[in-house]
């Protein structure tokens, strides 16, 4: 190992840039981050509605597949996820959301379990929240105005979306101006993670600005193949750039593994640590026994419905032609017009059973056909609505395991979506409900008709086999290298994000939660970031 730096960062998502860029601007380190996939300086990534002409095929995502899913019919899908500098964040559809307070005192009580134990609770973590955000419209209490991530109300908003908005508040849902406020439940316009049109991801927000700073230095498409321990002890890590050759670096200080949920359990299991049994049948020597590894995966589930529209409604075919080159015309003379959308413009968070009770589900309203790459033909394209229904806390817990010890190899990956009994109830009232969205004015009138599920038939059956056929990630893999007590033996980490049985060494993506918040992960993962950059400096 011929190179040093004071910490490694294993991983350029939305953790990794956050958690590299204060090491090394506010406590003064030399920090290595290593990003196995591209540069997020992209056209078609910086735009807003950019996503949508990538989300079934770019190098900018690794398309994971699941192993086939008994309890879906041996359904394969896909987990997309970012293959970029600043990953999610420069990829993703940059809804901002942070869940709500009940999910982070959630961890607090599970992590009071721990010796030397830090707070997680709401109060612990809103300052890293409001401290990272420039709102363009909100300043109080739950909000900031002067971080580097800009936070901004949708650059315009599709017709379809306002007629959704109405269509659920004559449902009796009350309309929400912050679903990041006081309180979660309703309907209403999200806020995103943009500013004039132009993505603001983990990588432009914190890592551009450090650019000249000689104490960080960032290596694009270098995937870490594992840690380097030696004597209970994390001392650098290997990777693999495109020349070839395995390249070897040390840490005096610490390993900082970021590299995503799926990912992250990788790299652990490849250095050794994680369940024994499963260590030895890939022939890896064990250095630390931690069943929990690449267990308690978590992840969002979502099922479309999708109605075609009876006129030129939506954004359907914005991104070809003349239309292109009016909207971008519009864009760049005027910097208004569909370009400054993220296509996902509004949403509601409900609860279909107990209106009062928490939110059970979140909707994405999107003005397009929108479906998965496996399920593209199952509706012909053309103008239409697709509303996405999300079971916001589930039951359902799956795996990461290695398929092989080659770290070119992706992992093998069981997310088991809807496996829970009460997972699947939960969606199949989601749909119940909002079909019934679909039915309601101003929404109904500007329909053709459903495509799927076919609203003739609302029975659990019916919607149970829609749910089965169409159900797919929501992109928020959690959870697979948790924090827990102290005498949870599935427990990965200790409150402090340490992974337990070695020294110097932590995971601070979205691996590292107990449970997954209720709603968007992309905001809390760099919360995560920005915690972690704290306890290394010894603030916290």
């Known amino acids: 190992m011929t190179e040093e730096f004071d910490h490694i960062v294993v991983g350029g998502g939305?953790?990794?840039?956050?958690?590299?860029?204060?090491?090394?601007?506010?406590?003064?380190?030399?920090v290595l981050l290593l990003e196995g996939g591209h540069s997020h300086r992209h056209p078609l990534l910086d735009m807003p509605p950019g996503i949508f002409k990538m989300i079934n095929g770019s190098k900018f995502m690794t398309y994971h597949q699941t192993r086939p899913q008994p309890h879906l019919d041996g359904r394969v899908h896909d987990i997309p996820q970012g293959n970029v500098l600043g990953g999610g964040s420069s990829v993703n559809a940059q809804v901002y959301m942070r869940g709500r307070p009940s999910d982070y005192d959630e961890w607090d009580d599970i992590l009071r379990g721990n010796n030397d134990r830090i707070g997680w609770g709401w109060d612990d973590v809103l300052p890293h929240f409001c401290g990272m955000e420039a709102n363009n419209r909100?300043?109080?209490?739950?909000h900031g105005t002067d971080g580097a991530m800009k936070v901004s109300d949708p650059g315009h908003i599709n017709e379809l979306?306002?007629?959704?908005?109405?269509?659920?508040?004559g449902l009796g849902e009350p309309f929400n101006p912050d679903f990041n406020g006081s309180n979660q439940r309703g309907v209403g316009f999200y806020q995103f993670m943009n500013r004039h049109g132009k993505r603001s991801s983990a990588a432009y927000a914190f890592v551009a600005p450090q650019e000249d700073n000689p104490n960080l230095t960032v290596r694009l498409n270098a995937p870490v193949q594992r840690v380097i321990i030696e004597n209970g002890r994390a001392l650098g890590v290997e990777y693999r750039p495109k020349s070839g050759e395995v390249v070897r670096v040390r840490a005096r200080g610490e390993v900082i593994v970021s590299a995503g949920a799926l990912v992250t359990p990788k790299i652990l299991m490849l250095s050794g640590i994680g369940p024994a049994d499963h260590l030895l049948d890939h022939d890896i020597p064990c250095q630390v026994d931690l069943p929990g590894v690449g267990q308690n995966l978590i992840d969002h589930p979502e099922v479309p419905i999708t109605a075609i529209a009876n006129g030129p409604y939506g954004y359907y075919k914005q991104g070809e032609g003349w239309r292109m080159l009016r909207n971008g015309v519009q864009f760049k003379l005027f910097g208004t017009g569909p370009v400054t959308s993220a296509g996902v413009e509004a949403?509601?968070?409900?609860?279909?059973?107990?209106?009062?009770?928490?939110?059970?589900i979140q909707a994405f309203c999107v003005p397009i056909v929108y479906l998965d790459r496996d399920a593209l033909e199952e509706v012909?394209?053309?103008?239409?609505?697709?509303?996405?229904?999300?079971?916001?806390?589930p039951k359902s817990r799956g795996e990461v395991r290695l398929a092989s010890a080659d770290p070119a190899?992706?992992?093998?990956?069981?997310?088991?979506?809807?496996?829970?009994p009460d997972d699947m109830q939960a969606m199949i009232d989601g749909q119940r409900f909002f079909l019934r969205a679909f039915a309601q004015s101003p929404l109904a009138d500007k329909l053709e008709r459903v495509a799927i599920?076919?609203?003739?038939?609302?029975?659990?059956?019916?919607?149970?086999a829609h749910c089965k056929r169409f159900v797919k990630t929501n992109y928020h893999p959690a959870g697979t290298a948790k924090m827990g007590a102290d005498g949870d033996k599935m427990a990965v980490l200790d409150a402090r994000m340490r992974v337990r049985g070695l020294e110097n060494l932590r995971v601070c993506d979205m691996s590292a939660v107990p449970n997954i918040?209720?709603?968007?992960?992309?905001?809390?993962?760099?919360?995560?970031?920005?915690r972690c950059a704290d306890l290394v400096m010894g603030r916290i």
């Open 347 to 360: 949403g509601a968070f409900v609860n279909p059973t107990t209106p009062d009770a928490p939110p059970s």
């Open 14 to 30: 939305s953790s990794g840039c956050v958690v590299a860029a204060r090491l090394a601007s506010d406590g003064g380190a030399r």
């Open 380 to 393: 012909q394209d053309d103008y239409g609505v697709t509303v996405t229904t999300v079971v916001v806390k």
């Open 409 to 420: 190899d992706r992992p093998d990956i069981s997310p088991n979506l809807l496996q829970h």
């Open 138 to 142: 909100l300043n109080n209490d739950l």
């Open 161 to 169: 979306s306002r007629w959704f908005v109405q269509a659920v508040q």
């Open 453 to 464: 599920p076919s609203p003739d038939d609302v029975s659990d059956e019916a919607l149970r």
């Open 517 to 530: 918040n209720a709603g968007n992960t992309n905001a809390p993962a760099m919360m995560l970031g920005d």
